[in-house]
């Protein structure tokens, strides 16, 4: 079933399927990613999507780890692309590896950040961009998550 190793702070939660029909992947998958985000709350949560077979995936795995040692006030999640297709593909993922932001169980977009300090946004803009970080630059996403904290 699922591998619900290391949960808490401190940890990186991995979500590992194995031996789970095809028809039931995406939605096991995405119950486990729901209650992982729904653990965090207010809370900021950073979910990395990645691959084994990734040369800047396995360079970011062990920062990565330290990330959630360093601050254990953000969930820290890992999703492999591979094992999990369809939570990659529900997230949009199109690079790897990609990490995204999660407050309330939502996407930190840009429009949310702004909309905490402007009252009234009408600059006209129709679509809510999502905050994610493509590449393996640590020094970016650990500045991400502080200023996101």
Not at 2 to 28: C, M, P, W, Y
Request: proline share 3%; glycine share 4%.
């Amino acid at each position: 079933m699922e591998d619900l190793r290391n949960i808490g702070h401190g940890h990186v939660q991995d979500f590992f399927l194995a031996s789970i029909s095809e028809n039931d992947k995406l939605s096991t998958a995405g119950n486990e990613f729901k209650t992982f985000l729904t653990a965090a709350g207010h809370k900021l949560a950073v979910v990395e999507f990645s691959s084994t077979w990734c040369g800047p995936c396995k360079r970011m795995c062990p920062i990565f780890h330290a990330m959630s040692v360093k601050y254990q006030n953000v969930f820290f999640a890992n999703v492999d692309v591979n094992n999990s297709p369809e939570l990659a593909e529900t997230c949009h993922i199109r690079r790897i590896p990609t990490f995204q932001m999660f407050k309330k169980s939502q996407k930190v977009t840009l429009f949310s950040r702004i909309k905490r300090i402007i009252c009234c946004y009408r600059s006209g803009v129709m679509s809510n961009p999502i905050f994610e970080l493509c590449g393996a630059d640590a020094k970016i996403l650990e500045a991400k998550i502080q200023e996101l904290m």
